[in-house]
């Protein structure tokens, strides 16, 4: 069993940065790939970046490529989510998952992760 705790999350004006963080505690951290998800009110879960379990491989939504840079502390079991040139659209509620040495292939998949962390608010204003 693994438990994901996010945080980071809050409130700023567009064009800013906001950098979430996703302990992890339970289990060896460094086996299992890493993604970031968001829900916006009213609309289905989206991938937005993900790590491999070997940290090798890295994968982002068109949307926030060049934007939003994935990265992991295997020694603090932490992975971290650096967001910047935020805009009024990234606005949503951000979850942290994790799969079991999830394929490359898979990263992106909602559907593929086993365990979820509760979310943390990320709000963008105009």
């Known amino acids: 069993q693994v438990q994901l705790v996010e945080s980071g999350g809050g409130l700023v004006q567009a064009g800013g940065s906001l950098r979430l963080s996703c302990a992890a505690s339970g289990r060896t951290f460094s086996s299992y790939a890493m993604g970031w998800f968001r829900q916006a009110p009213g609309k289905e879960r989206e991938f937005v970046a993900a790590?491999?379990?070997?940290?090798?491989?890295?994968v982002y939504a068109d949307s926030v490529k060049g934007r939003f840079t994935i990265s992991r502390d295997n020694a603090k079991n932490t992975r971290y989510l650096q967001m910047n040139s935020l805009k009024p659209e990234d606005t949503a509620v951000y979850y942290c998952?994790?799969?079991?040495?999830?394929?490359?292939?898979?990263?992106?998949?909602?559907?593929?992760?086993?365990?979820w962390g509760q979310g943390t608010q990320v709000t963008v204003s105009s």
């Open positions: 998952a994790a799969g079991l040495r999830l394929s490359r292939w898979y990263l992106n998949r909602v559907n593929e992760y086993d365990y």
């Open positions: 790590i491999s379990w070997s940290g090798g491989t890295t």
